[in-house]
């Protein structure tokens, strides 16, 4: 399951929170899911999954909430991206955090700190890895390698400067993942904003994609009967609550990709990272599927909801059979033939 991490600065980010991070799996909404689920029958459909975990409010004001910030940064480090939740909403019953509303601050304070965790990494293994080539050992010259590339990224990251920015080659990243480095993971920015800014939609802060949401608007929403809720999201120009929103902009800014199995049985929205191939995708459906492979029955869901159903897509020339290399496109509708 992928996993994003969201953290902010301040401790008026959720002042209800416990102190430790809270983990939560949500659904991706996907309107298509349902779609094809009713098209094939299905007794029930399986939306794709993401997990969250929520970190409370990070206080890098003075040396005693750093040195508290670093105890989450392990945990932190074992997600897939980062969510950081600033503050743009101006309330005299909330305090501010540094005595500020500056969420372009904010964001800059929080991967500035990133770089920090990745720079105490990276200068423990340089430590380490000079010691250890002093010696010749079978693995002398893959070390050199090694402590070269760290001192590389120890020289970007002094120089404020992410670990992506340092890293020459597919091998080199590679070699890297394992340190699981944050300035190395995909970033959204959450705006909490007020009730007029937050039909703004995406926007960029720090050249990083930010979602502009409410949390004020959601605790009244959560108050509303559900057939009310579309009608008051849509006076307020949002097509759909926060929640629904922020999940998806999480799963895009990962680089995912859903494809669906469809059966009378069940219907399941699967997640890949965008470039995988059949076999790859086959496997993450069962692994039976992946040993026993043969093709896949293609058929993308705009032609699919075109022609409105599985012969009339045949009698159209729409459905395709691909082999083990084929690149898996968001929104295909598959059919994997196998035999174990």
Same mark, same amino acid.
């Given at each position: 399951m992928f996993t994003a991490v969201a953290a902010g600065a301040g401790t008026d980010v959720d002042t209800h929170r416990p102190d430790r991070p809270h983990a939560a799996v949500v659904k991706v909404p996907d309107e298509r899911l349902e779609w094809v689920g009713e098209l094939f029958g299905s007794a029930k459909t399986t939306p794709t999954e993401l997990e969250f975990l929520d970190v409370p409010g990070l206080d890098l004001s003075d040396e005693s909430g750093r040195h508290h910030a670093r105890t989450h940064w392990a945990t932190m480090r074992q997600s897939d991206m980062f969510v950081l939740v600033v503050r743009?909403?101006?309330?005299?019953?909330?305090?501010?955090?540094?005595?500020?509303?500056?969420?372009?601050?904010?964001?800059?304070? *929080?991967?500035?700190?990133?770089?920090?965790?990745?720079?105490?990494?990276?200068?423990?293994?340089?430590?380490? *890895?000079?010691a250890a080539v002093r010696k010749p050992t079978a693995d002398r010259d893959a070390q050199l390698r090694e402590l070269e590339l760290m001192k590389r990224l120890s020289e970007a990251l002094e120089a404020e400067r992410p670990v992506s920015s340092a890293v020459n080659n597919e091998a080199e990243e590679k070699l890297l993942r394992s340190f699981a480095f944050c300035s190395l993971k995909p970033i959204?920015?959450?705006?909490?904003? @007020?009730?007029?800014?937050?039909?703004?939609?995406?926007? @960029?802060?720090?050249?990083?994609? @930010?979602?502009?949401?409410?949390?004020?608007?959601?605790?009244?929403?959560?108050?509303?009967?559900?057939?009310?809720?579309?009608?008051?999201?849509?006076?307020?120009?949002?097509?759909?609550?926060?929640?629904?929103?922020?999940?998806?902009a999480c799963f895009r800014r990962m680089g995912?990709? @859903?494809?669906?199995?469809?059966?009378?049985?069940?219907?399941?929205?699967?997640a890949v990272p965008a470039g995988t191939d059949a076999l790859t995708a086959a496997g993450e459906v069962h692994s039976d599927i992946a040993r026993g492979f043969i093709r896949a029955e293609v058929v993308s869901y705009d032609d699919l909801r075109a022609v409105g159903d599985m012969k009339s897509a045949r009698s159209a020339g729409v459905v395709r059979l691909e082999g083990k290399s084929y690149i898996v496109q968001d929104g295909d509708v598959i059919y994997f033939r196998f035999n174990v």
């Open positions: 743009a909403f101006q309330d005299e019953s909330v305090p501010e955090y540094r005595n500020r509303t500056d969420p372009e601050a904010d964001v800059r304070e *929080l991967l500035d700190e990133m770089l920090f965790a990745d720079l105490d990494q990276v200068t423990t293994r340089i430590e380490k *890895l000079e959204l920015v959450a705006v909490n904003t @007020s009730e007029g800014d937050v039909a703004a939609g995406e926007d @960029s802060i720090d050249t990083l994609p @930010s979602l502009r949401l409410s949390a004020k608007i959601e605790a009244e929403i959560a108050q509303l009967p559900p057939d009310e809720r579309e009608e008051f999201l849509a006076d307020l120009g949002l097509d759909a609550p926060a929640g629904d929103r922020l999940v998806q995912l990709v @859903s494809f669906f199995t469809p059966s009378e049985k069940e219907t399941r929205a699967v």
